[in-house]
């Protein structure tokens, strides 16, 4: 079975500053894909980055990168010059493609705050 | 807006009864997930169908089931109601399997 940990409950940061996030995952398959979501107050679930397990280069979106070490079972989210916006749980998740479809596991999450 | 609809937004009922979540999926969004997000905890994956036919399974408990109809919005049915099925139940839709999954806003329940 797939497993996500995150292992940091809560994560606080000065606004401006770099953050990262840990996520460790434990499978099998050789290809997956690997996410990182937001979920902020509101509950809203946002997708902030994606990693296919078969690419060697690191995804970035904008201020948003990850890295991700296959050897290591490793998918850590970095965010640079945090803003107040940032403030949110954030869910490290893990894709199994199937024949049929996919399934998905998510991690327990990392609620992270940024202090002005 | 992720353009995903979900209803009701909040469904307050009492243990044993049943109940029926509704999810539109974005327009042209052939897959659609539910997920079960219970208090203070990650998402749980239900299920996935694609096109009308169930694709994947993860932890959907039998008392639990789910359609998509051929307009393409799904149903999430759940029956014999515990209070620990409390929780906020996401659909989430995307064009296909492998494309990006837009959330909607969840539905909130409450079993007393």
């Given amino acids: ?116 | 807006d992720s353009g995903v609809t979900q209803t009701p937004k909040h469904l307050i009922t009492a243990t044993g009864q049943r109940v029926t979540l509704r999810c539109s999926p974005r327009s042209g969004d052939l897959s659609v997930y539910w997920y079960q997000q219970s208090l203070d905890q990650g998402l749980q994956f239900l299920i996935q169908y694609y096109n009308g036919e169930e694709r994947a399974k993860g932890n959907i408990l039998e008392r639990f089931s789910a359609q998509q109809f051929p307009d393409l919005h799904s149903e999430l049915n759940l029956s014999s109601l515990e209070l620990g099925d409390s929780a906020l139940y996401f659909c989430a839709s995307s064009v296909a399997p492998l494309g990006e999954q837009f959330f909607g806003p969840g539905t909130r329940l409450t079993v007393l």
């Fill in chain 1, 1 to 116: 079975a797939q497993t996500v940990t995150q292992s940091q409950p809560e994560m606080s940061v000065q606004e401006a500053e770099t953050v990262t996030l840990s996520c460790t995952y434990d499978t099998s398959e050789n290809n997956y894909y690997l996410f990182w979501y937001k979920q902020p107050p509101s509950r809203q679930m946002i997708l902030v980055i994606r990693q296919e397990a078969y690419k060697q280069q690191n995804a970035t979106e904008n201020r948003f990168s990850v890295n991700f070490q296959k050897a290591a079972k490793s998918f850590s989210l970095k965010i640079s010059d945090s803003q107040l916006g940032d403030t949110a749980m954030y869910f490290c998740a893990f894709m199994k493609l199937l024949n049929t479809g996919n399934q998905f596991y998510f991690g327990t999450g990392t609620s992270l705050t940024v202090i002005p």
